[in-house]
């Protein structure tokens, strides 16, 4: 960043000479710095590397070289050192579908939008692909402006800050948030600024690709009151190579954590139509100005981040809107390393805390007598303070919005045979006991990817959080939304803690309680089995064997009764 501090001084020289002669001098020199500091800028870029949306890889590196990718990733969840040598303009490949290229729309027709991008200590090459994708990939007479809110920074220096002036111009709207504010409040600053029609909200990680935009629009001018989202395709947080993601249907599920389920069967038929999407993911989404104020934007009470795109979505729906996935519109997302935990603020638990109170605000305003199963699976949100919910209670009434049980009954038949309101028992709970060392536990307090074997809780049939474990009746095997997941077969696979995606495959476990071991696999071929690592407390696979101790578990309590029907109507290959 340090090689834009030029770019200030020219600006301002530039803007006071007045004098026809000196003016061409100036605008001399400011070309001349201009190609010097694009120059300096672009030393580190391999034009080349990454184009076509292509895995980018650099071979031969140092130990110095390495040492800094290390802390790039420790410090950002992604290789920001790789992304520095990915030039801003990288091409993509046009990722629709064939029918969607053959799609035509009335560009005069179509509404023009302000994109409103929060940003909190975002890297400058990231954000730079962001804008630049924009200005290249969006027609110009649709993209009236791009609003970038600086959610109270502390890397980003004057001197980019100048480039991002210099280099997108009038197109590109800067607003500074002197005090971290959060995501919602920082988003809606923009919205409030915003100038065009629609706005569209993204994060300031993306790429969005060959004509994303008019297909997000199309849907508006068939009905008031619509929202679009499109398809999240996923950049690599290593290689950045860009990857195509697959449409599907956004929920929550009952500890409210956002789910995807696969469309319903007309939907599949009809793709790439856009199809209903109960609730969106919350970063990339189009919507009518008007109608968002009218929904009264997102909730002031939100804090930080976190349940804003569960309470939008249900405003939308429940108030007499609509809500889309569009599968010809198509944006890349950057997403972080999962072992990465973005920090927020200076206290994981404040933001923790935000978090939760966020989550009891939304249940208490939107689920009516629903919001008693999610407090049943998360009891502690019941003592979280939430302020007044006055405003919020009367804008459901003045918009005459529909009770929740109206979203359950019209948009989710396959995802209540999923989470159902009454769940089946549980085959086995409580805490999960090595019996090759008793008093290790099965444990998944402090990592979010890693189980380890951690000293048992005193209780084995209620332990604490972290060691009380459920197979449940989705044949998983879970921790609060975490399941055991294995997605190797070597010897010692890793055991990892991955979000419930309750299809069985590589999250399939089975407890034979008379060798007490815990399977994973359905096909017998595939069947690993769990085994303590005593010496460094941790967890691996490998093949079955019922005199090896170290695959010895002991659950804190087993339903012997519907343990017995476990095969019932599962086909064991």
Same mark, same amino acid.
């Given at each position: 960043?340090?090689?834009? =501090? ?15 002669? !000196?003016?061409?001098?100036?605008? *001399? ?15 580190? $870029? ?31 969840? /992604? ?22 290229? &053959? @799609? ?10 302000? $994109? ?32 970038? =809110? ?19 111009? &009038? ?17 809606? *600053? ?30 508006? @001018? ?45 939907? !599949? ?6 199809? +209903? ?89 939107? @689920? ?16 979280? &303070? $939430? ?35 009454? +769940? ?15 008093? @290790? ?6 990592? &979010? ?57 590589? !999250?399939?476990?089975?407890?034979? !309680? ?42 804190? /309590? $087993? ?15």
């Amino acid at each position: 960043m340090h090689t834009y =501090v030029s770019v200030i001084c020219n600006v301002v020289i530039y803007a006071f000479i007045t004098d026809k002669k !000196q003016s061409e001098q100036a605008a *001399a020199i400011t070309n001349k710095t201009t190609v010097k500091h694009e120059q300096l800028f672009e030393a580190l $870029v391999l034009p080349d590397l990454g184009a076509l949306g292509r895995p980018a890889k650099s071979a031969n590196l140092t130990v110095e070289e390495l040492a800094a990718v290390a802390e790039s990733e420790r410090q950002t969840g /992604y290789n920001a050192w790789l992304s520095e040598r990915i030039s801003p303009e990288r091409t993509l490949h046009d990722m629709r579908h064939r029918s969607c290229k &053959k @799609l035509k729309y009335a560009l005069a027709e179509l509404p023009a939008i302000s $994109v409103v991008i929060a940003q909190h200590n975002e890297e400058p090459s990231v954000l730079l692909r962001t804008l630049s994708s924009l200005r290249d990939r969006t027609p110009t007479a649709l993209l009236r402006e791009i609003l970038l =809110v600086d959610d109270g920074s502390v890397k980003i220096a004057d001197n980019f800050t100048a480039y991002l002036r210099f280099k997108y111009g &009038k197109l590109l709207q800067l607003l500074r948030l002197p005090k971290q504010r959060g995501l919602m409040q920082a988003r809606m *600053a923009g919205a409030r600024k915003a100038q065009a029609e629609v706005l569209v909200f993204l994060d300031a990680h993306v790429e969005v690709t060959q004509g994303w935009l008019e297909p997000l629009l199309a849907p508006m @001018l068939e009905r008031n009151g619509s929202c679009t989202t499109p398809i999240v395709d996923t950049i690599d947080h290593k290689t950045f190579a860009y990857k195509r993601g697959k449409p599907s249907r956004g929920f929550f599920n009952w500890e409210f954590n956002y789910v995807q389920l696969p469309l319903l069967p007309a939907e !599949q038929q009809a793709l790439p139509a856009p199809h +209903d999407n109960p609730i969106m993911n919350g970063g990339l989404f189009a919507i009518e100005r008007e109608w968002f104020f009218k929904l009264g934007g997102y909730d002031e009470g939100l804090r930080l981040w976190g349940a804003e795109q569960f309470e939008l979505s249900l405003k939308i729906w429940l108030c007499g809107g609509r809500l889309l996935e569009v599968p010809c519109s198509r944006v890349g997302h950057l997403y972080r390393d999962d072992s990465y935990q973005v920090a927020y603020t200076k206290s994981s638990s404040s933001a923790s805390q935000a978090v939760s109170r966020n989550y009891r605000r939304v249940a208490e305003v939107w @689920l009516d007598e629903y919001k008693d199963k999610l407090y049943a699976n998360v009891p502690h949100l019941t003592q979280i &303070k $939430v302020g007044s919910l006055k405003q919020q209670k009367a804008l459901r009434q003045r918009l005459r919005c529909k009770p929740f049980k109206w979203f359950l009954d019209n948009l989710a038949s396959d995802f209540l045979a999923l989470y159902p309101l009454q +769940d089946p028992e549980d085959y086995a709970i409580g805490a999960l006991q090595s019996l090759a060392a008793p008093k @290790l536990c099965l444990d998944r307090a402090g990592s &979010k990817t890693q189980p380890k074997l951690a000293a048992c809780d005193e209780d084995l049939l209620y332990p604490r959080l972290e060691q009380a474990w459920y197979l449940s009746h989705f044949r998983d095997l879970h921790s609060s939304y975490l399941c055991l997941e294995l997605q190797q077969r070597q010897p010692n696979a890793a055991v990892l803690l991955w979000q419930c995606h309750h299809q069985a495959g590589n !999250q399939f476990w089975f407890y034979d !309680q008379q060798s007490k071991q815990l399977i994973n696999g359905q096909r017998k071929s595939d069947q690993r089995c769990l085994e303590a690592q005593v010496e460094q407390r941790s967890l691996v696979a490998n093949l079955c064997n019922a005199t090896n101790v170290r695959q010895h578990w002991k659950f804190g /309590y $087993v339903n012997e009764k519907r343990l017995e029907d476990f095969w019932k109507n599962i086909e064991l290959l």
